[in-house]
């Protein structure tokens, strides 16, 4: 089985920042495309920030030039850097990822528990 732990989350005022962490464990052989997702009250799971396995990144427009996806292949570890940050960036924010247990395999996509942000003064 596979498990993603994130950790990271907490109170920050507006402006400050946070460092996400997600790490996968268990059975891996290959993590490929790792995901940040976050999740407001009341609203729909959006899609934060994208890393490949390579490490081509994507973000969404709210994000740009304030939050970095990075990642440590060797960990099995995926990290989101978020800068001056926004109220409007309060959430549970999720990561996933797509993981092949054994070569050949087919990935399959796991997802944490979540790790909530707030954003407040």
């Known amino acids: 089985q596979v498990h993603l732990v994130e950790s990271g989350g907490g109170l920050v005022q507006p402006g400050g920042s946070l460092r996400l962490s997600c790490a996968a464990s268990?059975?891996?052989?290959?993590?490929?495309?790792m995901k940040w997702y976050r999740q407001a009250p009341g609203k729909q799971r959006d899609l934060v920030a994208t890393?490949?396995?390579?490490?081509?990144?994507n973000y969404a427009d709210s994000v740009k030039g304030r939050f970095t996806i990075s990642r440590d292949n060797a960990k099995n570890t995926v990290y989101l850097q978020m800068n001056s940050l926004k109220p409007e960036d309060t959430a549970v924010y999720y990561c996933?990822?797509?993981?092949?247990?054994?070569?050949?395999?087919?990935?399959?996509?796991?997802w944490g528990q979540g790790t909530q942000v707030t954003v407040s003064s």
């Open positions: 996933n990822g797509f993981i092949q247990m054994r070569f050949g395999a087919p990935a399959s996509s796991y």
């Open positions: 890393i490949t396995s390579g490490g081509s990144t």
């Open positions: 268990g059975s891996i052989f290959s993590a490929n495309v």
